[in-house]
């Protein structure tokens, strides 16, 4: 399976501000996922992010908070903007295989907002 | 609406002692049922996938079953390394959405 980093680890974030979230995998992948974990909450789809076209985001998502870029076949960043305490989350990236369907999983960004 | 449901929400069991967790489905044609684990502080860990009734599929004391409603997954013999969150997903019916529950809190004491 594909080794999977994001950067960075945690932060502890300023209302207001923005954080861009970068997932790096070692190997070229078709598809590249972003979620959502809120505190004791299981994970929610926030967006897919598509190489060289816009992101297809969940319902709820919007791109103007959470503009997604895939520049590559192994690299995207996922920005949360304007924020507020309520998107204080541990945010992961994943990837699939076109065939394989089996997902794997970042180790996660861990984002308090205070 | 397609969802799974987890249960039960915690679970503690003594080293040794076996038993099951649930993962009950009402999607309209399940296109994969799957199973990670979720150390605190890390990412989930793929287990298993499932696609039709009948299936299984095994790892170690880890045993994952599933039927037309709901999907098993059976703990042989535990040992407080298997300590962690249990999760079930499906797949959405675009490919490689994953549409998880709520998870199943695993502690094994010695």
């Known amino acids: 399976s594909a080794v999977i980093s994001q950067k960075p680890s945690r932060d502890i974030c300023q209302r207001g501000t923005s954080l861009t979230i970068q997932c790096q995998v070692d190997s070229q992948v078709t598809m590249m996922f972003w979620y959502r974990q809120q505190p004791g909450q299981s994970l929610t789809l926030i967006a897919t992010a598509n190489q060289g076209s816009e992101a297809t985001y969940e319902s709820g998502f919007v791109i103007d908070k959470f503009p997604i870029s895939r520049p590559n076949l192994t690299f995207s960043t996922l920005t949360v903007s304007n924020m507020s305490p309520e998107d204080s989350s541990i945010y992961l990236c994943?990837?699939?295989?076109?065939?394989?369907?089996?997902?794997?999983f970042g180790p996660g960004t861990r984002l308090t907002v205070t | 609406e397609d969802q799974v449901t987890q249960s039960p929400e915690a679970l503690r069991l003594q080293e040794g002692e076996s038993s099951s967790l649930n993962c009950s489905y009402t999607?309209?044609?399940?296109?994969?049922l799957f199973w990670y684990r979720q150390d605190p502080g890390k990412g989930p860990e793929f287990l298993f996938t499932?696609?039709?009734a009948g299936e299984e599929k095994e790892k170690e004391r880890l045993k994952a079953t599933l039927t037309k409603k709901e999907s098993f997954l059976h703990i042989t013999a535990p040992k407080p390394e298997d300590s962690a969150t249990y999760l079930c997903?499906?797949?959405?019916?675009?490919?490689?959405?994953?549409?998880f529950g709520r998870g199943t809190q695993l502690t094994v004491w010695p």
């Open positions: 499932l696609y039709s």
């Open positions: 997903a499906h797949r959405g019916s675009t490919l490689g959405r994953l549409y």
């Open positions: 994943s990837v699939a295989e076109e065939r394989a369907y089996e997902q794997y």
């Open positions: 999607v309209s044609g399940l296109r994969g």
